[in-house]
């Protein structure tokens, strides 16, 4: 007899004696959607078995012995049936989880990234019931969301308040489609290293709590530079300064860099990746005393990295940042074997997959890439920006193509692993085929090709005409997202016209969109929201660009500041507390960048 998922939901659901907390709460899952699906809900067991991480329901007036439990090499989880009962085996406690989630997903679940309440769970005659043999072999080891500490406002109760119920449903979905982890990047003027109220909801899923970022300035407390300004870096001007990073010559600086990095990783729950970045700036802030002088920024950064990674020891990488000014790959440091590398090519074009041979953009890129994946002997993860609200400001920029595309030639490269960065609710609602694409992408990048479809079932009455709305934007908005900050068109006169002329052409399809999305037999107004914000945007810069003097640029500038008005009519549901609160700090940051770029004009 074959395995029957309704049968075996009225049967018995064997759990390992003493099973860590991830997999009680698989179990638990398992059960809960079983019941949803069928009614009745297998009665829990526990047994004592084999060890590892595993499930096995069977039914009730047969039990089984647990057996054919063996996760084969490569592979993270396999569902088997075994005559008429069911095992799901995990390599670990998360990828016992992410099998589960596998399994129902094959009988007919689907997932969403804001909540339970929008998922879909099928009815007994309409669920898929034999129960048929899965394995996942990912394409990336390590497959994680990151978010900006600061996004959270933790230090203003009522907004941390207003956020995390958010938060709470995306960690879920995150374990539903196969995620591994949530990097919390620490910068400058932050006071903690993790937001405590989501670790109990990612350590009972197995996640992964990932910690660092932009933290050098933590580790080297700027109090101490009036004692000991030679540990701080040399200026160009010949003058010491607290205000970069580390004299990464300086051993006594390394020490007290070292010893703050032990006890941060400590405060990280169960955390054994440390991100150790430089200060978030173009220009970097490195050191050009005589002996650092003849390191390049990113050699600075790795021999940091290595010293770190010498302290905090076996079982723990530590992730050296090619970025900005580190961009470039080391030249005359070696990096030690717990060193890992973290790509992230934030200002390259997006119109085109990383690999697009015709991007002049993207060359450089793939360039830098090659030489990490060659000197960390392919210990390189992907930092990328599907999601960052920044980077687009705020537009909608839908990139499934490019996403999916990026992940396969990431793959075929030799990545190991995968991150991308949200801005919470906001980029669920500017972003979700991205956020959505990513993570299908980062398991099997062709999956992430369904990625629009998936999106555009959330609506659902509307799903045909907002996926044709999606396909359509995808298109416009490619011409848009060919150089780095949307907010900060490029300076040099001939990329400045070809961007103006690109704007405009997107300007003119307005009618078009606007024209799908009024085709949905529902109406979408947080869509509509988003989208007169996008050209609001496109408009003023448009209008910037073309700017003869000073008053019509300070007219544009006031049509860009006031474009924000489009994002707070969508509300906290649509826009989330980063659309409400930070999208507004952000324009006043470009605002002032355009600004004093035309008073050089």
């Given at each position: 007899?074959?395995?029957?998922?309704?049968?075996?939901?009225?049967?018995?659901?064997?759990?390992?004696?003493?099973?860590?907390?991830?997999?009680?709460?698989?179990?638990?899952?398992?059960?809960?959607?079983?019941?949803?699906?069928?009614?009745?809900?297998?009665?829990?067991?526990?047994?004592?078995?084999?060890?590892?991480?595993?499930?096995?329901?069977?039914?009730?007036?047969?039990?089984?012995?647990?057996?054919?439990?063996?996760?084969?090499?490569?592979?993270?989880?396999?569902?088997?049936?075994?005559?008429?009962?069911?095992?799901?085996?995990?390599?670990?406690?998360?990828?016992?989880?992410?099998?589960?989630?596998?399994?129902?997903?094959?009988?007919?679940?689907?997932?969403?990234?804001?909540?339970?309440?929008?998922?879909?769970?099928?009815?007994?005659?309409?669920?898929?019931?034999?129960?048929?043999?899965?394995?996942?072999?990912?394409?990336?080891?390590?497959?994680?969301?990151?978010?900006?500490?600061?996004?959270?406002?933790?230090?203003?109760?009522?907004?941390?308040?207003?956020?995390?119920?958010?938060?709470?449903?995306?960690?879920?979905?995150?374990?539903?489609?196969?995620?591994?982890?949530?990097?919390?990047?620490?910068?400058?003027?932050?006071?903690?290293?993790?937001?405590?109220?989501?670790?109990?909801?990612?350590?009972?899923?197995?996640?992964?709590?990932?910690?660092?970022?932009?933290?050098?300035?933590?580790?080297?407390?700027?109090?101490?530079?009036?004692?000991?300004?030679?540990?701080?870096?040399?200026?160009?001007?010949?003058?010491?300064?607290?205000?970069?990073?580390?004299?990464?010559?300086?051993?006594?600086?390394?020490?007290?860099?070292?010893?703050?990095?032990?006890?941060?990783?400590?405060?990280?729950?169960?955390?054994?990746?440390?991100?150790?970045?430089?200060?978030?700036?173009?220009?970097?802030?490195?050191?050009?005393?005589?002996?650092?002088?003849?390191?390049?920024?990113?050699?600075?950064?790795?021999?940091?990295?290595?010293?770190?990674?010498?302290?905090?020891?076996?079982?723990?990488?530590?992730?050296?940042?090619?970025?900005?000014?580190?961009?470039?790959?080391?030249?005359?440091?070696?990096?030690?074997?717990?060193?890992?590398?973290?790509?992230?090519?934030?200002?390259?074009?997006?119109?085109?997959?990383?690999?697009?041979?015709?991007?002049?953009?993207?060359?450089?890129?793939?360039?830098?890439?090659?030489?990490?994946?060659?000197?960390?002997?392919?210990?390189?993860?992907?930092?990328?920006?599907?999601?960052?609200?920044?980077?687009?400001?705020?537009?909608?920029?839908?990139?499934?193509?490019?996403?999916?595309?990026?992940?396969?030639?990431?793959?075929?490269?030799?990545?190991?692993?995968?991150?991308?960065?949200?801005?919470?609710?906001?980029?669920?609602?500017?972003?979700?085929?991205?956020?959505?694409?990513?993570?299908?992408?980062?398991?099997?990048?062709?999956?992430?090709?369904?990625?629009?479809?998936?999106?555009?079932?959330?609506?659902?009455?509307?799903?045909?005409?907002?996926?044709?709305?999606?396909?359509?934007?995808?298109?416009?908005m490619a011409g848009v997202v060919t150089y780095g900050d949307v907010l900060l068109?490029?300076?040099?006169?001939?990329?400045?016209?070809?961007?103006?002329?690109?704007?405009?052409?997107?300007?003119?399809?307005?009618?078009?969109?606007?024209?799908?999305?009024?085709?949905?037999?529902?109406?979408?107004?947080?869509?509509?929201?988003?989208?007169?914000?996008?050209?609001?945007?496109?408009?003023?810069?448009?209008?910037?660009?073309?700017?003869?003097?000073?008053?019509?640029?300070?007219?544009?500038?006031?049509?860009?500041?006031?474009?924000?008005?489009?994002?707070?009519?969508?509300?906290?549901?649509?826009?989330?507390?980063?659309?409400?609160?930070?999208?507004?700090?952000?324009?006043?940051?470009?605002?002032?960048?355009?600004?004093?770029?035309?008073?050089?004009?």
């Amino acid at each position: 007899m074959s395995a029957d998922l309704a049968r075996l939901a009225a049967g018995v659901l064997l759990v390992p004696e003493g099973a860590p907390e991830p997999v009680a709460f698989a179990a638990e899952e398992l059960g809960a959607y079983l019941g949803r699906m069928f009614g009745p809900s297998p009665v829990q067991r526990s047994v004592a078995g084999p060890g590892g991480a595993w499930l096995c329901l069977a039914p009730a007036d047969a039990p089984v012995a647990v057996r054919a439990l063996a996760v084969p090499a490569g592979a993270e989880w396999v569902v088997r049936p075994a005559d008429d009962a069911a095992v799901v085996s995990g390599a670990s406690p998360r990828a016992l989880l992410a099998g589960v989630y596998g399994l129902l997903e094959a009988a007919g679940c689907r997932w969403a990234p804001r909540g339970t309440h929008e998922e879909h769970v099928p009815r007994p005659d309409t669920a898929r019931r034999p129960v048929a043999a899965l394995e996942l072999r990912p394409a990336f080891a390590r497959r994680a969301f990151a978010a900006d500490l600061a996004t959270w406002h933790y230090g203003v109760p009522e907004r941390l308040a207003a956020r995390l119920p958010s938060d709470v449903a995306f960690v879920d979905w995150m374990a539903k489609r196969g995620a591994t982890g949530l990097l919390f990047i620490r910068h400058a003027n932050d006071t903690q290293w993790v937001i405590p109220e989501l670790v109990p909801e990612l350590r009972r899923r197995g996640l992964d709590v990932e910690g660092g970022g932009h933290v050098l300035v933590e580790l080297l407390p700027r109090s101490l530079f009036a004692a000991h300004p030679e540990r701080f870096p040399l200026a160009p001007d010949g003058r010491r300064s607290d205000l970069g990073n580390v004299c990464a010559a300086s051993a006594a600086a390394l020490a007290v860099v070292r010893e703050r990095a032990a006890a941060a990783l400590a405060a990280l729950p169960g955390a054994t990746d440390f991100h150790l970045w430089g200060l978030d700036l173009p220009g970097g802030g490195w050191c050009a005393c005589p002996s650092c002088a003849r390191l390049s920024p990113a050699d600075q950064a790795l021999s940091v990295c290595n010293a770190v990674a010498e302290t905090l020891g076996a079982g723990t990488r530590v992730l050296h940042l090619a970025y900005h000014d580190t961009l470039e790959s080391p030249r005359a440091v070696r990096p030690h074997p717990r060193v890992w590398a973290e790509f992230a090519p934030r200002e390259r074009c997006y119109a085109h997959p990383l690999d697009d041979p015709a991007c002049a953009t993207n060359a450089p890129y793939r360039r830098a890439l090659d030489a990490h994946l060659t000197l960390f002997a392919g210990r390189v993860h992907v930092f990328e920006y599907y999601g960052d609200a920044i980077l687009f400001g705020g537009c909608t920029v839908p990139l499934a193509e490019v996403v999916q595309r990026d992940l396969d030639y990431y793959a075929r490269a030799g990545v190991r692993g995968v991150s991308c960065l949200v801005f919470g609710q906001y980029s669920l609602w500017a972003y979700g085929v991205n956020v959505e694409a990513f993570a299908r992408g980062a398991v099997s990048p062709a999956a992430a090709a369904s990625a629009r479809g998936t999106h555009a079932a959330g609506f659902g009455r509307a799903a045909e005409p907002v996926a044709r709305y999606l396909a359509a934007l995808e298109r416009v908005m490619a011409g848009v997202v060919t150089y780095g900050d949307v907010l900060l068109p490029p300076a040099e006169a001939e990329r400045a016209a070809a961007v103006r002329a690109a704007l405009a052409a997107a300007r003119r399809q307005a009618p078009e969109l606007r024209r799908l999305l009024a085709a949905a037999p529902v109406r979408l107004a947080a869509e509509e929201h988003l989208l007169d914000y996008t050209f609001a945007v496109l408009g003023a810069l448009e209008r910037w660009l073309a700017a003869a003097d000073a008053e019509a640029r300070e007219a544009a500038l006031a049509a860009l500041a006031g474009a924000v008005r489009h994002v707070r009519a969508a509300g906290l549901v649509g826009a989330g507390t980063w659309g409400l609160h930070d999208l507004e700090i952000t324009h006043h940051f470009f605002a002032g960048a355009l600004r004093a770029r035309g008073a050089g004009q």
